[in-house]
Antibody, heavy 126, light 108 residues
């Protein structure tokens, strides 16, 4: 059973960098059957997929165009975890942030999320 | 960009059937997934690949799909089914995950 445990600060100042980590247990960050995702949720934007990292002989990333210029998702293979960095944050980035394991659907796309972290509420405020 | 449309709310009496729709252009060409989210908790997958249930999800939860609409059906609704429900697809054109806006199910 895959479990994801998130950690990171709940308060970030405007213009600074939001950094969160997701520890993986019950699976490997190298899994060729999964992708490792960050998703956020706010009243104004609903559930918003931010991006993912995955390993297929080498590391790949996909990012939502809405944050592509500010986001980095990186694996830490020594700790079996992955992290989110979101630069130049504004109050619009205030949200609950989730990490999630992406499973492949019957069409072969990294379609759905059966395992989620507990969520961390991040507030961007001075 | 691709969009999914859900009704904001659905109300249903205990024991009755709730149907939550998710509209999208040619949604029949996409695999649709559904999540239940209770307040303060992470979403829980209840249906994947249009009609499949993960282990541990009651048979009362079922999914279906037509050309432009996917539907999550909750039979014999219980008070514990009160939650927000979200549909989700993978958009192959943009290589993005897309979520619907969510539907709040209220059990009267």
């Amino acid at each position: 059973q895959v479990q994801l445990q998130q950690s990171g600060p709940g308060l970030v100042k405007p213009s600074q960098t939001l950094s969160l980590t997701c520890d993986i247990s019950g699976d490997s960050v190298f899994s060729n059957r999964a992708a490792w995702n960050w998703i956020r949720q706010s009243p104004s934007r609903g559930l918003e997929w931010l991006g993912r990292t995955y390993y297929r002989s080498k590391w790949f990333n996909d990012y939502n165009v809405s944050v592509k210029s500010r986001i980095t998702i990186t694996p830490d293979t020594s700790k079996n975890q992955f992290s989110l960095q979101l630069n130049s944050v504004t109050p619009e980035d205030t949200a609950v942030y989730f990490c999630a394991r992406g499973d492949y659907d019957s069409s072969g796309y990294p379609g759905f999320f059966a395992s989620w972290g507990q969520g961390i509420r991040v507030t961007v405020s001075s | 960009s691709y969009a999914l449309t859900q009704p904001p709310s659905v109300s249903v009496a205990p024991g009755q059937t709730a149907r939550i729709t998710c509209g999208g252009n040619n949604i029949e060409t996409k695999n649709v997934h559904w999540y239940q989210q209770r307040p303060g908790q992470a979403p829980v997958l209840v249906v994947y690949d249009d009609t499949e249930r993960p282990s541990g999800i009651p048979q009362r939860f079922s999914g279906s799909k037509s050309r432009h609409t996917a539907t999550l059906t909750i039979s014999r609704v219980e008070v514990g089914d009160e939650a927000d429900y979200y549909c989700q697809v993978w958009d192959t054109n943009t290589v993005h995950v897309i979520f619907g806006g969510g539907t709040t199910v209220t059990v009267l």
